[in-house]
C-alpha cells in the first residue's frame, strides 16, 4: 500500500480505495491501498478521522506494513474495491509534527552537549513529552542541551523526510542507527539538508510525521528531570504552542499567587520561603500547644477514675501492674489531640484506647506505658469498625468507615484488654 503520511505530513484528505475489512466486536478494521493515516509507532500516537464520513478512532500497522483503520459498523460495510474519502484531524496531527521534531531537536542537542546522553526511549503522548537518557546530565547539561535545541529551532531549519536503500547508511552521520532494514526513511533537520542532507545538524531514521521547518516546534522547554530505572535520566519538556500554553497557564497561576502576597513575580521564591518558615514555626508551635493541652487532659482523667472514658484504676483485672487503663471517644472538633492524648496518658505509665471521627472514618490509637500489648484491643475494634491498622506492642493506631459504631468498638478493644 501506499504511505501517503511518508511523503507530506501535511496531508488532511486524500482519496482511495477500501482493500479488506475484518470484524472486531461493534468495530471493524479497514485496509486501503493507500492512507495518509499515521499509525501508532515509534512513541508517536497514531491519527484520528474519518473514512466515508465513518470515524477513525485507532490506526495500526502489522509486520507486514499494511495499515488498518478501525471504525464503528459492520465490516461487510467495506466492501472491497470501493472508492473511500479520508480526511485527518488537523489539530492532532499538527501537535504530533511539533512534539516529534522537538525531541529530535532535543535528543540531538543532548548528544552534542555530551555524547554519553544517548536517548533510549521516549513517549509522545501527550503534551508533557519526556525523553529518557542515558549518562545521568546535570541540570547545567540539561540548560545547555535546552539552549542548542532552541537555537536550532529559531534558525528556522527546513527540515526533509527521505529515503535510502540499507546500503547507502555509511554515508550518513546517524544519531541512532535504524530499526528496520531495506529501505530507510531519514528525517534531516539544518540548514541546506534539502541540497545535502548528509551534512544535517540532526539526522535521525524516523518514520514519523514532523514539521517543514524547524520554527514551528518553537518554544522547546524543559519541565522538569528525574532519575527512573535502569540508571537513566527522563527530561520532561513541552514545545510549540503546548510550550506557550504552559507559559501562559504558569503565568497565570504566578500571577494571581503574587497579587494575593501582595509582591512580584519575580520575588515570590523569597516570599514563600518566608511564608514556610513561618508555617514551620506555627507547625511547631501548635504541636507544642497540643502537647500541653494533652498532658493537662491526661492528668485531669488519670485523677478521675471511671469504668469507661476515665481513668479505671480499680478494677483489679484491668492492665497494670502500675498503670490505670482509659478507653474514650473524643469529639469530633478534638480530632487533633487523638494521638498526643493517647501519648501522653502512655507517658504517665497508663494503657489509653482513644477513638474519633474524623473524615468519614473512626480512627482509632492505642497506647500503653505499663508493658500492655495494645495491638489486640486495636484488633478488636477495627474488626467492630471494619477497618485496618497496625502497630507495636506499646502503641498502635487504625481506622474503619463504619462511624456509627464507635462505642461497641471501644467496648470490644476494652474487653480485649480485660481478657474478656
Known sequence: MSRLDQHDAYLLEFDAHVVAARADGDHAWV???ASAFYPTSGGQPHDVGS?????VDDVRIEDDGAVWHRVAGAAAAWVA????????DGERRARHRQRHSAQHLLSQAFVRVDPAFATRSVALTGADL????AGAPDDDAIAAAEWLANEAAYDAWPVVAFEV???ELERFPLRRPPKVHGRIRLVAMGAAVDRDPAGAWELSACGGTHVRCTAEVAPIVVLKRERIRGDLTRVTFRAGWEAWAHHRATHAAASAAAATLSTAVADLPAKVAALADEA????RALAEARGRLAADLADGLLGEPA????????DPEAPRPDGALVVAELEPGDADLLAPLADALAARGATAVLAVVR??????VAASGAGVDVRPALKAALAVLGGRGGGKPERAQGAGPDVDAVADALSAAHDALHGD
Open 31 to 33: 485496509r486501503l491501498d
Open 51 to 55: 473514512l466515508a464520513g465513518v470515524a
Open 81 to 88: 474495491g470501493h472508492p473511500v474519502h479520508g480526511a485527518i
Open 130 to 133: 519526556t525523553v529518557d537518557l
Open 165 to 167: 536503500d540499507e546500503a
Open 280 to 283: 514551620t514555626a506555627a507547625r
Open 307 to 314: 469504668e469507661f472514658g476515665r481513668a479505671d484504676a480499680s
Open 359 to 364: 473524615g468519614g472514618k473512626a480512627e482509632v
